[in-house]
């Protein structure tokens, strides 16, 4: 439009457009004029009524769409077509337009005010919903907001989480992108760059836009935009090379035909209006006259364009005038090409919407037959009414409006596949329909190709996605979808992919090396199974089978001298004590369980006591024996084998005693370690009552000293075989190995803390049957000549 400076002195120059007629748009107001005609001639829409019409170029310049709007309202120009049957010449009922939503927008603004309707066929910024801004405003196309729901889902969909964003400066282009943007937000996905471009942008800011998208790293591009826009830019992008890009297209450009020359735009995606078919409309729009062609200028202009040939011979010019041979049969136009009626179908649907409101508004049925009143005169306002409540169906079309004035939204998945000779070719794949149940809405039919021919569904990442096992750490100054991945710590996983957290394990599971799945802790106890519980095991039975074999030497020498000597009673008590103690080790390998617990601890306890009972009573017998032989003495009558098996009983029944109040008040039971180790479980025996557990070993303790001082005691008294320096030994090993169990006992870990246990009880038992027993059998076996009695009686000889 020409730019002048007004001084309001005169009227102003009238607006003007520049450029050339759009074929496309020129199809969408023939095809409007199609449909009223299709209804003027109906017998059962609006009968014995004619529609009248007239056409506007609003140049898609606001200005010259606010222009009509005003002369629209105002009913001072006759624009309706004007016959003999036209009742109500210069009242506007309706408004079909504007193809943009900027002109849409300021002509609803005027019209509204007025109550007069306005459907538009193109229209899609969401902002149109507004009924309290435009009360008069219907489509037939859906708004954007439902296409910007459907595209975050697409990208959403195909796992695109790091895009690019361009669209146009515009209410359609900023509106919808606004709308794509929240959408897409809410589906996690992230925007490296959003950038606005505009047919009269300065070839600058273009340029930067292009290199934008050239220096980006996003793979996916969502272009918002008109076709014109959008052109511009692609031409600019055309002109270097630049990195594979897949666009993915508002309804507004992907699928012009137009478009399909860009072919580095190959494996385009995006979503059309459905495709339809309005039957006669082909032959409509190739049934130009020369005559129809010279009474319209628009039409004129139109041929003039298209055969490069003027209707009337003109001086101005040196073109050649139509000579009448132009067929517009041969015509390759987006004009004539009706292969994929889109938006002319909202067109078509658009005045039989109005057809139907009015239809409404001024017919009755009357006995299976419809009467209309053309004479009635109808509001604008009436028309607005009924127009909320049309609901028809037109060549399988259903056509209706919500609330907000829209329609159903229904959408096809388009792709931009490659043809065998290298063509570009618009392939539908399939749909998209928003009254479908939530989940069900998207569906694809068709395979797709993407960029270069592809069958593989590009990446666009800003991160790649993290693993089972790792956790996502946003990138700092960056959007969500830049992140890095850490493993998951110690204790914890994670089983999904792009997992924000990792999870700790319950207590009795542990991770797998992945760290993705909790796996059952192992169960560690001492088995009877592994390595050292075999050797301990054999030990014990070895011990036990050793104290067997020492009794039963004992046994067939039991009237040798040095058995007799040595108080056979208690030697073969002794003997069946130790025995007991190596194999009460034996209960302290294997799985705890409630009874292993109880036997373990007090089998253990009182055994030990009945050996240093033994043990403490051979050594009184040492002193008193020695006391015995001094001149008047009789204390052998003090202590004789009664006194000796009442010592051994008393000092073992308090044992008894103590173990019985332990497993009464607080006795050990069978509990898992969680703390000790955090890869595994140990069983174990928890002692219930600690002060049990040590009263226990404090009294075989307190036993072993006192047997280990009364034995130093005796260990010099004069005899050939003094068998206090042999239990003095046994009890010094006894005492070193069972303090130094103590703090073994306290540090060592899990099932190491049994195998200590059983070590100072097989240890302890060793040192006993080795240094009190062993020397007497090497005599009874190697040396028999010592065995007599008048060797023991030898006073010369010290032992």
């Known amino acids: 439009m020409h730019?002048?400076?007004?001084?309001?002195?005169?009227?102003?120059?009238?607006?003007?457009?520049?450029?050339?007629?759009i074929p496309r748009e020129l199809r969408f107001s023939r095809a409007m004029i199609f449909a009223i005609e299709e209804i003027n001639n109906s017998t059962e829409l609006l009968p014995g009524?004619?529609?009248?019409?007239?056409?506007?170029?609003?140049?898609?310049?606001?200005?010259?769409?606010?222009?009509?709007?005003?002369?629209?309202?105002n009913g001072l120009d006759p624009v309706f077509y004007t016959g003999d049957n036209c009742s109500q010449s210069g009242m506007v009922m309706a408004v079909v337009g504007e193809c943009g939503s900027t002109p849409s927008i300021s002509m609803s603004r005027v019209l509204g005010p007025f109550n007069i309707p306005q459907v538009s066929h193109l229209a899609t910024c969401a902002c149109l919903s507004d009924k309290q801004q435009?009360?008069?405003?219907?489509?037939?196309?859906?708004?954007?907001?439902?296409?910007?729901?459907?595209?975050?889902?697409?990208?959403?969909?195909?796992?695109?989480?790091?895009?690019?964003?361009v669209r146009s400066d515009?209410?359609?282009?900023?509106?919808?992108?606004?709308?794509?943007?929240?959408?897409?937000?809410?589906?996690?996905?992230?925007?490296?760059?959003?950038?606005?471009?505009?047919?009269?942008?300065?070839?600058g800011r273009i340029q930067r836009v292009a290199d934008v998208i050239r220096r980006s790293t996003a793979m996916v591009v969502v272009a918002f935009t008109s076709t014109v826009d959008l052109r511009i830019l692609l031409e600019e992008l055309s002109l270097e090379p630049?990195?594979?890009?897949?666009?993915?297209?508002s309804e507004s450009w992907v699928t012009d035909p137009d478009m399909l020359r860009f072919s580095f735009c190959a494996g385009a995606i995006g979503f059309g209006i459905e495709?339809?078919?309005?039957?006669?409309?082909?032959?409509?729009?190739?049934?130009?006259?020369?005559?129809?062609?010279?009474?319209?200028?628009?039409?004129?202009?139109?041929?003039?364009?298209?055969?490069?040939?003027?209707?009337?011979?003109?001086?101005?010019?040196?073109?050649?005038?139509?000579?009448?041979?132009?067929?517009?049969?041969?015509?390759?136009?987006?004009?004539?090409?009706?292969?994929?009626?889109?938006?002319?179908?909202?067109?078509?649907?658009?005045?039989?919407?109005?057809?139907?409101?009015?239809?409404?508004?001024?017919?009755?049925?009357?006995?299976?037959?419809?009467?209309?009143?053309?004479?009635?005169?109808?509001?604008?306002?009436?028309?607005?009414?009924?127009?909320?409540?049309?609901?028809?169906?037109?060549?399988?079309?259903?056509?209706?409006?919500?609330?907000?004035?829209?329609?159903?939204a229904t959408y096809e998945l388009v792709n931009w596949q490659k043809t065998e000779g290298g063509n570009i070719e618009l392939v539908t794949v399939g749909h998209y329909d928003v009254s479908l149940p939530v989940g069900r809405e998207f569906r694809i039919n068709r395979n797709l190709t993407w960029v270069e021919g592809s069958t593989q569904v590009p990446v666009s990442v800003c991160s790649d996605s993290c693993p089972p096992g790792t956790r996502k750490v946003l990138q700092k100054g960056k959007p969500i979808c830049c992140y890095d991945c850490l493993p998951c710590p110690e204790g914890e996983i994670s089983n999904a992919t792009d997992s924000p957290d990792c999870f700790p394990c319950l207590k009795e599971f542990w991770p797998n090396a992945e760290r993705d799945t909790c796996l059952p802790k192992p169960v560690e106890f001492l088995s009877f199974n592994e390595v050292l519980g075999i050797i301990l095991a054999a030990f014990s039975v070895g011990g036990a089978c050793l104290a067997i074999i020492t009794a039963a030497v004992f046994?067939?020498?039991?009237?040798?001298?040095?058995?007799?000597?040595?108080?056979?009673?208690?030697?073969?008590?002794?003997?069946?004590?130790?025995?007991?103690?190596?194999?009460?080790?034996?209960?302290?390998?294997?799985?705890?369980?409630?009874?292993?617990?109880?036997?373990?601890?007090?089998?253990?306890?009182?055994?030990?006591?009945?050996?240093?009972?033994?043990?403490?009573g051979k050594t009184i017998v040492v002193l008193m024996a020695f006391r015995a032989t001094l001149p008047g003495s009789n204390v052998m009558k003090w202590f004789g084998p009664p006194q000796q098996r009442m010592t051994v009983v008393s000092f073992t029944f308090i044992q008894v005693i103590i173990c019985t109040i332990w497993l009464v008040l607080n006795p050990p039971f069978p509990v898992k370690n969680l703390t000790t180790y955090k890869e595994r479980i140990i069983l174990e025996c928890a002692l219930g009552s600690a002060v049990g557990f040590w009263a226990v070993l404090g009294y075989i303790g307190l036993l072993a000293v006192f047997c280990f001082v009364?034995?130093?005691?005796?260990?010099?008294?004069?005899?050939?075989?003094?068998?206090?320096?042999?239990?003095?030994?046994?009890?010094?090993?006894?005492?070193?190995?069972?303090?130094?169990?103590?703090?073994?006992?306290?540090?060592?870990?899990?099932?190491?803390?049994?195998?200590?246990?059983?070590f100072a009880i097989l240890a302890s038992s060793f040192g006993l049957i080795l240094c009190i027993f062993a020397p007497k059998c090497f005599i009874i076996l190697f040396e028999p000549e010592k065995n007599t009695k008048k060797h023991l009686m030898n006073k010369n000889q010290s032992g």
């Not at 730019?3 to 007629?21: A, H």
């Not at 009524?49 to 309202?73: E, F, K, M, N, T």
């Not at 996690?188 to 471009?197: D, F, L, P, Q, T």
């Not at 253990?604 to 009972?613: D, E, Y």
């Open 275 to 408: 495709q339809s078919v309005i039957p006669g409309l082909r032959d409509f729009l190739l049934d130009l006259s020369p005559s129809k062609v010279a009474a319209s200028p628009l039409l004129t202009e139109f041929w003039e364009d298209a055969f490069n040939c003027r209707l009337r011979k003109s001086s101005a010019t040196n073109e050649s005038v139509c000579d009448g041979s132009e067929d517009i049969q041969t015509l390759q136009t987006p004009y004539t090409d009706t292969s994929q009626l889109r938006i002319t179908n909202m067109v078509y649907k658009a005045v039989y919407a109005i057809a139907h409101a009015i239809h409404n508004a001024v017919c009755q049925e009357r006995k299976s037959t419809t009467h209309c009143d053309k004479f009635s005169r109808i509001e604008s306002e009436e028309i607005l009414m009924q127009l909320k409540k049309v609901h028809f169906s037109q060549n399988g079309y259903d056509v209706s409006f919500d609330a907000n004035g829209d329609p159903v």
């Open 134 to 165: 435009y009360p008069s405003f219907f489509r037939t196309i859906p708004s954007d907001q439902f296409q910007a729901d459907a595209l975050a889902k697409l990208v959403k969909h195909f796992g695109w989480t790091w895009i690019g964003a």
């Open 710 to 758: 009364l034995a130093v005691l005796a260990r010099k008294l004069p005899d050939n075989f003094n068998e206090a320096k042999l239990i003095t030994f046994s009890m010094l090993i006894f005492c070193a190995v069972w303090i130094t169990f103590i703090p073994a006992y306290v540090s060592s870990p899990g099932k190491f803390t049994v195998a200590v246990e059983i």
């Open 555 to 616: 046994y067939r020498h039991r009237t040798s001298p040095i058995v007799r000597a040595n108080n056979s009673e208690l030697s073969f008590l002794l003997l069946f004590s130790l025995t007991l103690c190596f194999l009460c080790s034996l209960t302290f390998i294997g799985a705890p369980s409630e009874w292993s617990c109880m036997l373990r601890h007090t089998a253990f306890g009182i055994t030990f006591v009945l050996c240093m009972s033994c043990v403490l």
């Open 170 to 203: 515009s209410d359609y282009g900023n509106n919808g992108m606004a709308s794509f943007l929240a959408a897409a937000r809410r589906e996690g996905i992230c925007v490296e760059y959003s950038e606005a471009i505009h047919r009269s942008s300065q070839p």
């Open 242 to 249: 630049f990195p594979p890009r897949l666009w993915i297209g």
């Open 3 to 21: 730019t002048v400076e007004n001084n309001y002195t005169y009227m102003p120059e009238p607006l003007r457009c520049k450029g050339s007629i």
């Open 49 to 73: 009524i004619r529609l009248g019409y007239q056409i506007y170029d609003s140049c898609a310049l606001v200005p010259v769409a606010v222009h009509v709007a005003l002369q629209l309202s």
